[in-house]
């Protein structure tokens, strides 16, 4: 018993020294960079935080939490963004994020070093720029049904919509049918709940784990997030069964869909069904819910501001009086313009971390190997000092030749070789759907404030509201 309560002294007093070394260790480090002592726990906060870090003159562009004996350094620094995102050590992302997103921690999302860089040329193929050519079709022909669709159920007044009500679901169809094949919404109509849930529980869960007192609330929700990831697993689970069950020869396949190849994988080099889910639920939970509010967020500010949506308008017409082709869409510059400047206003990838393979040796200070580092996207697009009147909504000023030279301050889908492998796919849909939707509907000012909040991307929690009209 003696020799019990002695391993146990001998421990806690080991784990104090350690804990105490490494926190004043981390502060020494870091002793040229303000130390930041509240941090946000819940998600709207969060946001506001994150807006305000480069304006606010109690904040600087490079601060730190401490969280226990480590510390999260968080950065608005155009040239830290430049340093670590334009380097090709810097790729990992902390393994303590997998502990909130178990749903797909053996996803591209969290892989590392050379299986990351083996999975990436794999997938990359899936999501190029020839894949989007392939694709068109099929998404223009959906983007004219949707659009169809809507406007029977319109009537010929003004009428107040929410537009995450409409455009979420037709998002979600697009990304399932082309990462898989099929409508994941016909197999199974609660995924669209469920993947908005999931999205805001997983970040919430990070951000009370900041507060010791709150830690007891990760625990109120978990059974229901587990019953919803087992729903939606085994909705995915019975698709790719029926998807084998086909029994496809893709060897004579001119071009393979995404599951089709993972499929192929699983088949030929035995990769676990798990993975394959998880590789699924990866590309829906990235590229559903952070496409369909850059929409939503771009038609929010088009109701807001009429003139722009007029040269909106005036651009489209003049390209073509029939169907929008893609060849029609790249000839649409100032919509290009307009897109640019919604994501920067309403960055839906708000933050993105990294943490450092080595030491960064930055304006005098080393920046030590393992520091988990938080770039925070939102700030550096709102930063007075890169964007001038940066709360206008101002399209025009990416004609600028500065933001050709100083490529780092924007950075809606990251940036460097890590950058998000979904970019063309979602800058292909916005457009589509922005010129088509534009088209079709007159946008106007409902004067409704956006509660935002972050999840896996920007939302607004009390939704995206204008008011809509037939164009005649």
């Not at 401490?66 to 090709?88: A, N, R, W």
Request: include cysteine; glycine fraction near 4%; proline fraction near 2%.
């Amino acid at each position: 018993m003696c020799l019990f309560y002695l391993i146990l002294v001998v421990l806690i007093v080991s784990f104090l020294i350690w804990y105490k070394f490494n926190y004043y260790w981390y502060k020494s480090c870091l002793k040229n960079f303000k130390e930041i002592k509240y941090f946000p726990t819940n998600t709207t906060d969060f946001y506001n935080y994150l807006t305000t870090q480069s304006i606010n003159d109690k904040m600087t562009k490079n601060c730190y939490k401490m969280f226990g004996p480590f510390p999260l350094f968080i950065t608005t620094d155009e040239k830290l963004f430049s340093i670590i995102l334009g380097s090709s050590k810097h790729i990992n992302k902390p393994s303590q994020l997998s502990l909130f997103g178990k749903a797909i921690s053996q996803a591209l999302f969290f892989a590392k070093n050379d299986l990351w860089r083996h999975r990436r040329r794999l997938f990359n193929s899936f999501f190029d720029y020839g894949s989007i050519l392939n694709q068109f079709e099929i998404n223009n022909e959906r983007t004219n049904e949707f659009i169809d669709n809507f406007k029977s159920k319109l009537s010929n007044d003004k009428e107040l919509i929410d537009l995450n009500l409409i455009i979420n679901e037709f998002i979600l169809g697009q990304v399932s049918i082309n990462v898989m094949g099929e409508n994941l919404l016909k197999i199974n109509p609660e995924v669209l709940d469920i993947l908005g849930f999931l999205n805001q529980q997983t970040v919430r869960k990070a951000l009370v784990c900041t507060d010791l007192f709150k830690v007891w609330e990760i625990f109120k929700d978990l059974w229901l997030e587990r019953k919803k990831i087992t729903v939606l697993k085994n909705c995915i689970k019975k698709f790719l069964q029926k998807r084998i069950n086909e029994k496809r020869n893709f060897t004579h396949e001119k071009r393979m869909i995404f599951v089709d190849f993972l499929i192929k994988e699983m088949n030929e080099n035995n990769v676990s069904e798990e993975y394959v889910i998880q590789e699924l639920l990866l590309f829906l939970f990235a590229g559903y819910e952070t496409t369909a509010h850059s929409i939503s967020f771009a038609l929010y500010l088009l109701s807001k501001h009429p003139e722009i949506q007029e040269n909106v308008i005036k651009e489209i017409k003049a390209i073509t009086s029939n169907d929008i082709t893609h060849q029609h869409l790249q000839k649409m510059d100032y919509l290009d313009l307009v897109i640019k400047e919604s994501l920067r206003m309403y960055t839906t990838a708000t933050f993105f971390f990294r943490i450092l393979e080595e030491n960064v040796e930055f304006e005098g200070t080393t920046l030590p190997k393992g520091l988990i580092v938080l770039f925070n996207n939102t700030g550096i697009h709102k930063d007075p000092t890169l964007y001038l009147e940066p709360e206008k909504f101002k399209p025009e000023r990416f004609l600028s030749n500065e933001f050709k030279s100083k490529r780092f301050i924007y950075s809606p889908f990251c940036l460097g070789i890590r950058q998000c492998i979904g970019k063309r796919f979602a800058e292909n849909t916005l457009k589509l759907t922005l010129a088509k939707f534009v088209l079709n509907y007159k946008l106007f000012d409902a004067n409704h404030n956006l509660n935002l909040a972050i999840g896996i991307g920007l939302t607004s929690l009390n939704g995206i509201k204008v008011f809509i009209e037939k164009r005649r």
